[in-house]
């Protein structure tokens, strides 16, 4: 202490050990940046050419035909490498351009690499081609704001996550006014082309804007981006063109290392359930990696639960000659009763512990909640085009929100026709928490999405768990199981015979490892009746402390932490797969865009084999959109790719539920999959998803 202070804070501050850990750049870092991902074969050639297949096909939707006719006819591009071209082709390649990047939507990791790949291959071929980055996504292109990137800021972001070189947002392109700026931006930056990396719906705008911008002559190339891993592209046929978006391995990686570190805090002071939403607005596939790469004792598939069918109740309607739609899909109910046998069958082999994952889409799969959902945003895109008025900011309380249905509901009692939200649908969301019921009335996005990642669903489920759970513990049907073992050491040791008591106590006291407090003991006070009752305490006489203490033992308590695992694995730095996947989307990108190609999103296909089958392609966007209805109206749209639950991945996870829920005597069967890195030799090639999927895909 005497030896600091007679050192002085600014000699402190200029000590090089000092200066050293606290830079902002450190090692890792350091050798992060320097990483060179590998290219795929095509792009160790000088020039790429497109060579077009008719080997995939698409059912066209004939709205898309109708809207995008310019590019509806695009076919899926294979990209070749060359080592020489005819000069035509050589000069029209390797013409300087000026292309324009966007990020759009929420952070993917790897997205730096698709730009260090674009510049990289740009540069290469023309040091002259100029590349810009819009500033806070779209709204970069509507308001004209651009960076012009440069050999630093590339270098700096090299094998970084997150979009912070040129932020991102979620502005969608959908009125005139909005496409007329965007073409005079394009047109003032004399762009040649245009890239757009986004999800489902920011690929939907690119179509759009390919469309739209053909005649001035401006390309327009998409990037499947997001950590939901709901863009994956098939053909007709059920070819997989695009395995997986990017970002995803990633996230689902470190959710997966997070809750890796739950699962052994869980099993080591076995005291609390964890309870792990984790990102994904509809689908579950972040969940379902999860579920793979750690062993969590529960996840829940939200398409699995829309697929639920109770067999008991489709019975008795066969026998009773009819149909009985609420035997078809999960009820918030039903499925909390799901969850709290497991918990019960965990705590009986003394396990009162434990990990559950739930995606963060998941009510989206539960039917009543499913109604609310499609029922409010009906009614606020109704009432937004009836008033003019935007819903939201006309009703700002909760209170005034409610009041709006509760009047709707009394006049679907006046006017029969009216069936859009009546007194039952007033009566159900009354029933519901406020919390919820707020969640629920939410403002949409731009895109019309339900801002799932805003809304604690995960306290919805277990409001109604905690309740059922109470229910159990008073009808003496949710109880610790007390190691036989220990039971018999705790009375010998205080002098009682446990052979006396054991029969008393417990309802399998014969040759099971983990013994259960008969149900009708749910007290000390019922303990003690049962004790008198076998003349083995005397009335008025105190518990043996032994007994009474293995009793106290046996009376569970659900205690929980709830996680939310999003924006953190969304901004965690890619994974050696997600580094190389991307780096060679931007090398795909610069192959399209300088072999002409408009209406197409960069992939590569084969991404489940080895690196060295990669292969880059282009895919038609248009062919892959669809309507769809949004903020209540039919739109054109790319379809989101949902779990399939007959994928091999899922059956994989189905067959191993019993096992993971580990509700047996013994050890639970935990996976490590330990710290995200990008070297070395024992870091994972891609997602198991992928892994899984492949050994079923035609062509694996
Ligand atoms: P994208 O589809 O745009 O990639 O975003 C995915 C996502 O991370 C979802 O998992 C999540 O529900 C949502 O974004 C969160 O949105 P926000 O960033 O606006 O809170």
């Given at each position: 202490m005497s030896r600091n202070q007679a050192i002085s804070l600014q000699d402190i501050l200029n000590h090089p050990q000092v200066k050293k850990v606290t830079e902002d750049v450190n090692a890792e870092l350091v050798e992060r940046m320097k990483y060179k991902p590998p290219r795929c074969e095509v792009f160790a050639h000088p020039h790429t050419v497109l060579e077009e297949t008719d080997q995939y096909r698409f059912e066209l939707d004939p709205e898309a035909e109708k809207q995008l006719p310019n590019i509806i006819g695009n076919r899926v591009q294979l990209v070749r490498g060359r080592d020489a071209v005819d000069d035509a082709v050589a000069r029209q390649y390797g013409r300087p351009r000026n292309i324009g990047i966007v990020f759009s939507g929420g952070p993917a990791p790897g997205g730096h690499n698709v730009i260090a790949g674009l510049y990289d291959a740009a540069k290469k071929v023309n040091p002259a081609t100029r590349i810009f980055g819009f500033l806070v996504g779209p709204d970069g292109i509507v308001e004209n704001e651009t960076v012009e990137l440069n050999d630093e800021m590339v270098d700096r972001y090299r094998n970084l996550g997150g979009f912070t070189m040129i932020k991102t947002g979620r502005t969608k392109i959908d009125t005139r006014e909005k496409m007329s700026l965007s073409r005079e931006t394009c047109r003032s930056l004399q762009l040649d082309a245009l890239v757009v990396v986004g999800g489902d719906d920011s690929n939907t705008n690119a179509a759009f804007l390919a469309q739209e911008l053909i005649a001035d002559g401006i390309q327009i190339i998409g990037v499947p981006k997001t950590?939901?891993?709901?863009i994956q592209v098939r053909d007709a046929a059920g070819?997989?063109?695009?395995a997986m978006s990017f970002g995803f391995h990633t996230a689902a990686r470190a959710f997966a290392g997070a809750i890796s570190n739950l699962c052994t805090d869980s099993s080591s002071d076995i005291k609390y359930w964890h309870i792990c939403k984790v990102m994904g607005r509809v689908a579950s596939h972040l969940a379902l990696e999860v579920a793979l790469q750690t062993h969590a004792n529960m996840t829940l598939i939200g398409e699995d639960l829309a697929d639920y069918v109770d067999e008991e109740r489709q019975k008795q309607a066969e026998i009773d000659g009819?149909?009985?739609?609420?035997?078809f899909g999960m009820t918030l109910r039903h499925l909390s009763r799901i969850i709290c046998e497991a918990i019960v069958r965990r705590a009986a082999v003394g396990k009162n512990y434990g990990v559950i994952v739930i995606p963060e889409g998941v009510l989206e799969f539960i039917n009543e909640i499913q109604v609310f959902i499609l029922k409010l945003n009906t009614i606020i895109a109704d009432f937004n085009q009836t008033h003019d008025r935007d819903f939201h900011s006309f009703f700002p309380r909760l209170e005034d929100k409610l009041e709006y249905l509760r009047r709707l509901a009394q006049r679907s009692r006046e006017d029969s026709a009216f069936k859009l939200w009546n007194a039952r649908d007033d009566d159900l969301f009354n029933d519901i928490p406020a919390f919820f019921q707020e969640g629920l009335l939410m403002e949409r996005d731009s895109h019309g999405n339900f801002p799932f990642s805003q809304v604690e669903t995960e306290k919805v489920l277990l409001g109604l768990v905690q309740d059922y759970l109470n229910i159990l513990k008073e009808e003496g049907k949710f109880k610790v199981g007390i190691r036989k073992d220990y039971y018999r050491k705790t009375l010998e040791r205080a002098g009682l015979d446990p052979d006396r008591y054991g029969p008393v106590l417990f309802g399998?006291?014969?040759?099971?490892?983990f013994l259960l407090v008969k149900p009708g003991i749910i007290s000390v006070k019922t303990l003690a009746q049962a004790l008198q009752k076998e003349k083995l305490m005397a009335d008025g006489d105190r518990l043996p402390a032994a007994v009474e203490n293995i009793f106290k033992k046996s009376m569970p308590s659900f205690k929980t932490q709830n996680h939310f695992y999003g924006y953190d694995g969304r901004g965690n730095d890619p994974t050696r797969f997600d580094c190389i996947y991307t780096y060679n989307l931007g090398l795909t990108v610069f192959s399209l865009i300088a072999n002409g190609a408009t209406g197409q999103m960069a992939a590569i296909k084969n991404l489940d084999m080895d690196f060295g089958r990669w292969e880059p392609i282009g895919i038609p966007i248009a062919p892959l959109m669809h309507l769809e209805e949004r903020k209540s109206k039919l739109a054109l749209v790319i379809e989101k790719s949902i779990v399939d639950v007959q994928s091999i991945a899922f059956q994989v996870l189905k067959a191993h539920r019993e096992k993971w829920l580990a509700a047996v005597p013994g050890d639970d069967h935990f996976r490590r999959p330990g710290p995200i890195r990008?070297?070395?030799?024992?870091?994972?090639?891609?997602?198991i998803t992928l892994e899984l999927n492949a050994i079923g895909n035609s062509e694996g």
């Open positions: 950590i939901d891993g709901d070819h997989v063109l695009c009819g149909i009985d739609y609420h035997a399998n006291y014969s040759d099971n490892e990008f070297t070395g030799n024992s870091e994972e090639e891609r997602p």
